[in-house]
Structures are given as structure tokens and as C-alpha cells.
């Protein structure tokens, strides 16, 4: 077997699989469901605050010069010979949700600071510059959007709808970004970078199934979230005859069966719906719900059956209304993201430095929404991802992957934005 190629890079494991684990203790908690150590650092929380300078001071220690912008996207910076050349970015996020394992998202910020620990250990110049990003509100579970701060930085959203979103308590991001003191001075609009690499662990089965370590990302599908919120009239439990009511639960119900009965005709091609968040009120036993809300999460890979399946969900409400008198519901769209194909001359380069390092790997598209997403508007761009254990379970914290899978990944990670960075590759 003939050794890797002249320009592969091999990170430290031992020292990447440390930077997780301290990150990790950063909005730990414990969880009783799993009896596991769990991680909440919601985005522009105080735990995420503290994150944020422990990740800025691994770049400032490994000589990178950093940036905030004001979205409160943070950039590291490791100059090249032609430091007018447009930079090879990667990056990520540390955000999570409440209920968090320690790799979503931080091994792409983590990994690709350790990339460039290893560079300069081993006096490795680049023509290009190499950027590290660690993007703001990826996750969209306190603001309501996500991979909020990579698309106001590739300039889908604007930075004044983004500062006057809320979370559930009235807090503006304008407001929590001035607050933790990541309201920079940068400008947010991204100047097009050479290239856009992330890696990410899988959060899903896939790789698993397959028996390989590695995937090569071919793009994301398109995501839609809407909030519904249905009016009804409480009612007491034992004095009003079913045909009087006006039930919210129910509707919230039915409207949660309807979806999965749109999944599973097969009319919407490979559709996913989640009904995530469900509440009513006054949530008391014995009285009938006048009012509940719910979130509804769809996937799908093709654009036009997505849309038809937002169609045919905004029309159903109004058969509840006819069936019920005195119910109303309102949808709104919270976000929506279309199916978005990465560059294939990144996946070759990602595909070629795994195969140099002797791992197989598989092409495959991504089920969950991701900043990569967002910064191909502006330049080529592709993702690793990295085999997740536990049937690839994520959002939870039994997310895991091993020390070894994690170096490999990040191994392809440096010999890509290795030979993206000098010259000859595109």
C-alpha cells in the first residue's frame, strides 16, 4: 500500500478531541432522560457568551487575527503570501439547542482551528488566506430562524430584520448582541471567498448504514418551518357536548395526522414533516383548550413538491373551520430555505484528500440545514461530514462520534483547504 500523497496534512486527534470535550463543559448540564452530560448554549445566551471568548481565545493562541461583525459572526484569520487573494473559508457554529451533544457544529469551528494549529506547527504557508467562521444563531431555536447569522452575512436576510427578531421572552438580537458584547464593528456582507469547506458531524444514520466513516456532501434540501396558531373557545369538560365545541386540541391533532398522512401517500416525493413544538391553553385538565399552538418542520430535496406541500398544508385549516364553528387558524412561515446543490469541483477536492488519507467515503445529500448552505450564494462550496454513532442520533445528548472518526474527518478537512488554498486545484 503506497503512503499518503506529498500535501496531506494530519491533525492532532488527541488535542482536537480535548478542544470538544472543554467546549462541551460550556453550558453542560445533566440530563436526567439519558443520565448523560448534555450541553444548552442557545445562541446569545450567557453560556454561549462564555463559548464564544473560549473559542477566540484558541484562535488568538494559534496566532489567528479575529474579527466580529454585526451579526456577531466571528472570523479568525490566518494570512497568506497574496493576502489579497480571496480567502478559503470554513467554519461553522457553537450554538445549539437545549437538549445538545458536544459536536454539531463545534467540530467544523474546532477542527478547522486545529487545521490551522497543525499548519503552523509544521511552517506550512498557503498563497490564499484561510478563515474560520463561527456563524451566530445557526440553529434558529431562540430567534426563530436558522443559520441566521451565514445568511445575513451572504446577504439572503437583512442585518435590520435580524437584530429586531425576539425570542419568547421579548429579547431582541440587536439587543442580546449588545448585552454579551458581540455587537462588532465589521461589516456583515462577506466579501465572496475562493471556497467554502464545513465539516460536520452526519446527525443521521446514514453513514453508519454504510459501514464508512466519511461523506462527501452534495447539497442540502430545501426546509420550510411555519408556526400555526389555532383559536378556539374553552369550554368546561363535562357540561359541553362534543358537537359544541370548538376544540383547539383537536385541530392541533388533526392537523399533526394530516401530515403524516401527506408523507406517507408518496404525492410529495421524499417530504419529512416534524411537528416539534405543540401548547395549549389554558392546559388545564378539565377544560377544553381555547387556544394552541404548534411548529411544523418540512424536508424535502425537490423545490416544487415542497411547495406543493406548503399549498396543500395552508388549505387544510380551512376544512378544521368548516368542521368546527368558532375556530379559526393562522399560519405563519418562520423560514424557508430551498434545495441548494454544492459545487462538484469542492466535492472532488474533498473526495480526492479522502482517498489520500486511504478512507472510503460516500456521496450524500443533508437531511438538516447548514450555514454551508448559505455561503454557496457566494462561492464554491461542499461539506464533510463525519459518521455519527447511535444510528447517527443528534439534537440529544447521546450525539456522539469517536476520537478516531473525528481526526479523520478533520484530516480531510486540512488537505482540502490545504489545496485550496495554494494554487492549481481550481
Known amino acids: 500500500m503506497t503512503g499518503p500523497a506529498p500535501d496531506t ?45 473560549r473559542v477566540m481565545a484558541w484562535m488568538e493562541q494559534a496566532g489567528l487575527t479575529v474579527r466580529i461583525d454585526r451579526m456577531g459572526n466571528i472570523y ?33 469551528v474546532l477542527g478547522g482551528i486545529e487545521v490551522v494549529r497543525t499548519l503552523d506547527e509544521r511552517g506550512v504557508s498557503t498563497r490564499r488566506p484561510i478563515e474560520i467562521g463561527v456563524f451566530t444563531e445557526e440553529e434558529g431555536v431562540r430567534f426563530g430562524i436558522d443559520m441566521l447569522g451565514s445568511a445575513v452575512a451572504a446577504g439572503r436576510l437583512s442585518l435590520e430584520y435580524a437584530h429586531a427578531l425576539t425570542d419568547r421572552d421579548g429579547r431582541t438580537l ?13 461589516d456583515v456582507r462577506l466579501d465572496p471567498p475562493h471556497a467554502y469547506v464545513e465539516c460536520h458531524i452526519e446527525q443521521g ?32 369538560a363535562g357540561t359541553t ?5 370548538a376544540d383547539a386540541g383537536l385541530a392541533a391533532a388533526r392537523i399533526t395526522v394530516r401530515l403524516r398522512s401527506m408523507v ?22 378539565n377544560i377544553v383548550p381555547a387556544r394552541a399552538e404548534l411548529t411544523v418542520d418540512l424536508r424535502n430535496p425537490d423545490d416544487a413538491r415542497m411547495a406543493r406541500a406548503e399549498r396543500d398544508l395552508a388549505a387544510y385549516p380551512r376544512t378544521l373551520e368548516d368542521d368546527s364553528p368558532g375556530l379559526t387558524v393562522a399560519i405563519r412561515r418562520m423560514a424557508r430555505t430551498a434545495y441548494v446543490p454544492f459545487d462538484e469541483r469542492v466535492q472532488k477536492v474533498i473526495a480526492q484528500a479522502a482517498d489520500d488519507h486511504g478512507l472510503e467515503h460516500i456521496a450524500l445529500l443533508s437531511g438538516a440545514g447548514h450555514d454551508a448552505q448559505e455561503i454557496a450564494a457566494l462561492c464554491p462550496t461542499a461539506m464533510i461530514f463525519v459518521r455519527g454513532e447511535y444510528d447517527g ?11 478516531e472518526v473525528c481526526a479523520h474527518g478533520v484530516d480531510v478537512l486540512a488537505t482540502a483547504l490545504l489545496r485550496l488554498a495554494t494554487q492549481g486545484w481550481f
Open 9 to 53: 496534512i494530519t491533525v492532532n486527534g488527541h488535542r482536537l478531541w480535548q478542544s470538544l470535550m472543554d467546549l462541551a463543559e460550556i453550558g453542560a448540564y445533566d440530563d436526567e432522560p439519558t443520565g448523560l452530560r448534555g450541553v444548552n448554549r442557545q445562541a446569545l445566551t450567557d453560556a454561549d457568551a462564555a463559548g464564544r471568548r
Open 76 to 108: 479568525g484569520r490566518r494570512e497568506g503570501t497574496d493576502p489579497t487573494a480571496a480567502p478559503v473559508l470554513t467554519g461553522s457554529h457553537i450554538d445549539s439547542v437545549a437538549t445538545a451533544g458536544a459536536f454539531d457544529g463545534c467540530l467544523g
Open 174 to 186: 440587536g439587543g442580546e448582541l449588545a448585552r454579551t458584547g458581540f455587537h462588532g464593528p465589521a
Open 205 to 236: 444514520p446514514v453513514l453508519a448504514e454504510s459501514g464508512v466513516e466519511v461523506g462527501v456532501v452534495t447539497g442540502v434540501q430545501g426546509i420550510s418551518w411555519q408556526e400555526i396558531t389555532i383559536h378556539g373557545r374553552a369550554a368546561h
Open 241 to 245: 357536548p362534543t358537537r359544541l365545541r
Open 264 to 285: 406517507d401517500s408518496g404525492a410529495y416525493g421524499e417530504l419529512r414533516a416534524t411537528v416539534g413544538h405543540v401548547a395549549v391553553h389554558p392546559d388545564l385538565t
Open 393 to 403: 442520533i443528534s439534537h440529544n445528548p447521546r450525539e456522539y462520534s469517536t476520537p
